[in-house]
């Protein structure tokens, strides 16, 4: 059964910094790994989607990578700004259909 | 717009009443899926349709809990006979197929079974 762990659960950072999320997997027979962000009382904002054949993926300061073998995944994310606030959560397809959900690490960007 | 709707957004019910939920997907889009959050934990899967088919029903909870999607585009989730531990954000996804495509979400209909 498909396991996915985040993290930390919280961060709180200065305006500016970089930083990195971790995501974990039990199994790395993944379809692909795809990261969100979610605001308070909204729905999810899809960031970032890896396939299992790709090592990373890019968009504008949010950087995504994958080891299927280690089942690791990270978002970077460079010179944070307060607007990054939010929860930001990881999730696994490895069936070709339902999405598997880590926690998710609550994210604070101190201005 | 061109994303993910929801309705209604809120919905404030008595234990012991039906409530249906509604998902339109964005255009095209053959898969779609249904996910609950409660509050303090994360997300669960529901149920997925590929077209007007479900080939995967694992999450739904209860058989109080069904769902159907007609002409490969709105879905509805029914709830019958609510209790509180229904409470939650209800989230609907589409992808433009089955499998590896990249999910979209749409805003959640928040339930609260009084």
């Known amino acids: 059964k498909q396991e996915v762990t985040q993290i930390p659960a919280a961060l709180s950072v200065p305006e500016g910094e970089n930083l990195v999320l971790n995501c974990s997997f039990t199994d790395s027979a993944i379809y692909n790994l795809q990261w969100f962000r979610q605001d308070p009382g909204k729905g999810l904002t899809s960031l970032l989607l890896?396939?299992?054949?790709?090592r990373e993926q890019t968009s504008g300061r949010l950087n995504a990578s994958l080891d299927k073998s280690s089942g690791r995944s990270t978002l970077y994310i460079a010179a944070s700004q307060p607007g990054d606030s939010a929860t930001y959560l990881c999730?696994?397809?490895?069936?070709?259909?339902?999405?598997?959900f880590g926690q998710g690490t609550e994210l604070s960007v101190k201005p | 717009g061109a994303g993910v709707s929801q309705s209604p957004s809120n919905k404030v019910t008595e234990k012991g009443k039906d409530v249906e939920l509604r998902c339109d997907p964005i255009?095209?889009?053959?898969?779609l899926y249904w996910y609950r959050q409660r509050l303090g934990q994360g997300l669960e899967f529901l149920i997925y349709?590929?077209?007007?088919?479900?080939?995967?029903k694992s999450g739904l909870p209860s058989d109080r809990f069904s769902a159907e999607r007609t002409g490969e585009s709105v879905s509805t989730l029914t709830i019958q006979r609510t209790q509180q531990e229904d409470s939650a954000v209800y989230l609907c996804a589409s992808s433009g197929s089955r499998g590896a495509n990249e999910q979209f979400f749409g805003p959640g209909t928040r339930l609260t079974v009084l």
């Open positions: 255009s095209g889009h053959t898969a």
């Open positions: 349709f590929q077209g007007n088919s479900a080939p995967d």
């Open positions: 890896i396939q299992s054949s790709q």
């Open positions: 999730a696994v397809n490895n069936q070709g259909g339902k999405l598997i």
